[in-house]
C-alpha cells in the first residue's frame, strides 16, 4: 500500500476519537469492507487492522490470501 493511502487510514482512524461511541462503532463495522477495497485496489497480499478503544482491542483482524 503506498505512504499516502496508509496514512490516510491511519488518519481517519485517529479521528474517530472525536465521534460519538455510536458512530465510532459504525466505523469500526465498516473495517473489513475498507480492508478488501484497500487489497482489491492494491494489490497488497495482506494486511492487518487492530482497533484500541479505551486501552482495550475492541477490533483485529487479519485479511489475505492464502
Not at 23 to 49: C, E, M, N, Y
Request: overall charge positive; hydrophobic content about 50%; aromatic content about 4%.
Amino acid at each position: 500500500m503506498p505512504i499516502k493511502q496508509a496514512s490516510m487510514l491511519h488518519l481517519v482512524l485517529a479521528a474517530t476519537v472525536a465521534f460519538s461511541p455510536a458512530r465510532i462503532d459504525s466505523a469500526i463495522a465498516s473495517l473489513d469492507g475498507i480492508a478488501k477495497q484497500i487489497q482489491k485496489r492494491t494489490g497488497v497480499p495482506g494486511l492487518a487492522i487492530a482497533v484500541v478503544r479505551d486501552g482495550k482491542i475492541v477490533y483485529a483482524k487479519g485479511f489475505g490470501v492464502r
